[in-house]
């Protein structure tokens, strides 16, 4: 039973272009959840997805930054025109949904903004 | 805003003793209660939750304790074990489902 899938693991970017992070919940999971962790500091929520629905966004910075949840297909964490101070690990974690207590993670993205 | 603070950003405990890891939050709403686990260059990997309507949750050898009154959470691990030694955060929410606001972590040292 895999679990929550997460990729590329590391993405090296240079300023002004484009990441795209990929999350693949676990098996029966609908729900998804994007945190970020900028060094020394704890995970931040950013996004919580239903397939084809953003729940949630409040902690998703309002520029550059999108997330989508198809109802075929990955998760896409999108962040336009990186900056240096993009660069974090960035996690995704997935639940069944209401009722479910716990959130499991996947592995993260780290990505180094050059 | 911290809405939950991890205050010992370090712990070292003889293996076989307790260890004890502790969390306080701000907002009263809260009423879900989780301990992740988290090793190097891995995401976190869920250890054991509590909601409000309970004091204490037991699971092996990793113990919860709520203390709503105090806004305070504690794990404890008995006997510790080397292969304890991670970053343990914890994190609550106001309801499932949504999301958990995350304390900064405690690096915990199991010394064999």
């Known amino acids: 039973n895999a679990g929550v899938m997460q990729n590329p693991r590391h993405l090296v970017r240079r300023r002004g272009q484009e990441a795209r992070l990929r999350c693949s919940p676990m098996?029966?999971?609908?729900?998804v959840y994007w945190y970020r962790q900028l060094p020394e500091e704890g995970l931040k929520f950013m996004v919580y997805?239903?397939?084809?629905?953003?729940?949630?966004e409040s902690g998703m910075p309002k520029e550059r930054f999108s997330a989508e949840f198809p109802k075929e297909g990955p998760s896409i964490l999108r962040i336009q025109q990186v900056v240096r101070g993009d660069s974090a690990a960035y996690f995704c974690?997935?639940?069944?949904?209401?009722?479910?207590?716990?959130?499991?993670f996947g592995p993260g993205t780290r990505l180094l903004v050059l | 805003d911290q809405q939950v603070k991890q205050n010992s950003p370090s712990l070292s405990v003889q293996e076989g003793r307790i260890s004890i890891l502790n969390c306080d939050y701000t907002?009263?709403?809260?009423?879900?209660f989780l301990w992740y686990k988290k090793y190097p260059a891995e995401g976190p990997t869920f250890l054991i939750s509590i909601s409000s309507i309970k004091d204490k949750n037991e699971d092996g050898r990793f113990t919860v304790f709520l203390n709503k009154s105090a806004k305070h959470l504690s794990l404890h691990i008995v006997p510790s074990q080397p292969g304890d030694s991670a970053v343990y955060f914890c994190?609550?929410?106001?309801?499932?489902?949504?999301?958990?606001?995350f304390g900064t972590g405690t690096s915990l040292t199991v010394i064999p």
């Open positions: 994190a609550a929410s106001r309801d499932t489902g949504n999301q958990f606001y």
């Open positions: 997805l239903q397939k084809e629905n953003i729940i949630d």
């Open positions: 098996k029966g999971h609908s729900h």
């Open positions: 907002n009263s709403m809260f009423d879900y």
């Open positions: 974690a997935s639940s069944r949904g209401t009722g479910e207590l716990a959130q499991y």
